[in-house]
Every structure is written in structure tokens, then in C-alpha cells.
Nanobody, 117 residues
Framework: QVQLVESGGGLVQPGGSLRLSCIAS????????MGWYRQAPGKEREFVAH???????TYADSVTDRFTISRDNTKNTVHLQMNNLKPEDTAVYYC???????????WGQGTQVTVSS
């Protein structure tokens, strides 16, 4: 089993920055992607960014050039640096891990990000 724990959410003014972190524990292989999704009130969960070892990260169009995803395989962590935040970035952000060989998906509990003046 795999557990994901997020941290780093909070309240920030428009134009501000936040850094989300996610630590994975449990039975984790070397062949996986880690990333972030978000869900705003009344909307479906949507893809934000993901990263696999040795592969160029992928971003949603809405966050390209503002968000940067990175991972540290030695610590099984993934980070999301969010700059120039906008009110429409307000959502619960979920850490996601996909085991490629097993084709299994794991989710964290989510962390709230609120962008408001």
C-alpha cells in the first residue's frame, strides 16, 4: 500500500506564492509518476502537473510558466512551486502517484489553497 501526505497549503494574496509538498511512503517502485490535481468548489478534479524520473514534466495550460513541479527520489517527495497565484487557482490540491507497471493510482487527502485579497 502507498500513503501520500501533502503539506504547504494556505491563504495567499493574488500574485503571491506557495510551495506544496507531498511525501510518499509504503511500497513504491522506481517506475511511477507523481503529480498534482486540484478540485475547486462545484467543479471536477483537474490535472495540474506531473513528473516522472528522466522525463520532462507536463503541466496544464492554465499553470504553465507559473507553476514548477520537482521530485526528490531519495526522499520519495514531490513539490509544486506556485508563483503568481490567481483567485482561480483556489482549490483543494491533491497529490497523486501512479505505479506504471501495476497501473495503480494513489491519492493524498488534499490540501486547501485559497487565493484571495
Amino acid at each position: 500500500q502507498v500513503q501520500l501526505v501533502e503539506s504547504g497549503g494556505g491563504l495567499v494574496q493574488p500574485g503571491g506564492s506557495l510551495r506544496l509538498s507531498c511525501i510518499a511512503s509504503g511500497s513504491i517502485s522506481r517506475f511511477n509518476t507523481m503529480g498534482w490535481y486540484r478540485q475547486a468548489p462545484g467543479k471536477e478534479r483537474e490535472f495540474v502537473a506531473h513528473i516522472a524520473t528522466g522525463v520532462t514534466p507536463t503541466y496544464a495550460d492554465s499553470v504553465t510558466d507559473r507553476f514548477t513541479i520537482s521530485r526528490d527520489n531519495t526522499k520519495n517527495t514531490v513539490h509544486l512551486q506556485m508563483n503568481n497565484l490567481k483567485p482561480e487557482d483556489t482549490a483543494v490540491y491533491y497529490c497523486h502517484l501512479r505505479e506504471i507497471v501495476a497501473n495503480s493510482d494513489y491519492w493524498g487527502q488534499g490540501t486547501q489553497v485559497t487565493v484571495s485579497s
